[in-house]
């Protein structure tokens, strides 16, 4: 675990941005760290980017959420999953539990940052890093503060992605029967690895407050499953569904109202 060697860039506003590097098993995970530009000790919020995603999302809202929440005194960390973005490995060897398994190692290494507060530690997910952070958040419910949930995928929803009886019929394979999506090529073990996980289930043991926002033009990840996700939280997740929004928020009055909602929720639930 080490920050990279390289400048401590700061903006103009006094905020600092910095290349991170995290080491977990034999792959390297390539990341950002923003956090104001004073020393102390900060609230830290961790980002998961979703399936074929990387750590600046589309339309980079994932770095505008970072500068919003430096802004507000928070420091914030987003890395590429192994295969994904600039860290090491393919993207055919990913499965959800890689996922996670790098989500937990991430963790270890946010608390054990000296510019961070491990009380104050709140994590973010979009998508399949929805589904991911509300894992982390139900494994971990001690080390987690505040869960953001934007488009969250739940296994059920993520199974029905790319799968159907006649995968290599519907969708051009490999020899090895991995499925190419967009140019990567899906494991086809990456469908009976989720049968290992229920994240409606894992989510139920997490105490913390919890905000759900998800676009009702989602084409991807039905608006339902948000829903199944807040009535697993027993009604205690603030649920917000953005009028019109598709499964990324493409449009810029979709983007203001999921960054507006998300910086306000975890400022009021990181304390420090």
């Not at 979703?50 to 928070?74: C, D, Q, V, W, Y």
Request: glycine residues 8%.
């Amino acid at each position: 675990m080490r920050v990279a060697q390289g400048i401590l860039s700061e903006g103009k506003d006094g905020r600092m941005q910095t290349a991170i590097e995290l080491r977990v098993k034999d792959k390297t995970l390539r990341g950002m760290y923003h956090r104001p530009g004073e020393e102390g000790k900060y609230p830290t919020v961790v980002l998961f980017h979703g399936f074929t995603g990387n750590k600046l999302e589309p339309h980079r809202i994932f770095l505008k959420l970072s500068r919003l929440l430096t802004a507000e005194g928070l420091a914030v960390i987003r890395f590429d999953f192994s295969g994904s973005g600039e860290s090491d490995g393919d993207f055919e060897e990913m499965t959800f539990s890689t996922e996670v398994f790098e989500a937990e190692q991430i963790l270890e290494f946010v608390k054990k940052l000296p510019t961070s507060d491990p009380k104050n530690i709140g994590v973010a997910g979009l998508s399949m890093g929805g589904a991911v952070a509300s894992v982390l958040a139900g494994t971990r419910p001690l080390a987690v503060k505040a869960l953001v949930l934007w488009s969250a995928a739940g296994i059920d929803t993520i199974a029905g992605i790319y799968r159907s009886k006649e995968d290599c019929e519907a969708f051009p394979c490999n020899q090895q029967k991995n499925i190419d999506i967009g140019g990567l090529w899906l494991n086809h073990r990456f469908y009976e690895d989720l049968a290992n996980w229920n994240t409606y289930e894992t989510v139920k043991s997490y105490p913390g407050p919890v905000l759900i926002l998800h676009g009702t033009a989602d084409q991807t990840v039905p608006p339902t499953t948000a829903e199944k996700y807040q009535a697993a939280l027993s009604g205690r997740a603030k649920l917000i569904y953005v009028e019109e929004a598709d499964h990324t928020y493409n449009r810029h009055d979709w983007e203001e109202q999921v960054l507006a909602e998300t910086v306000t929720f975890l400022r009021e639930n990181l304390h420090k």
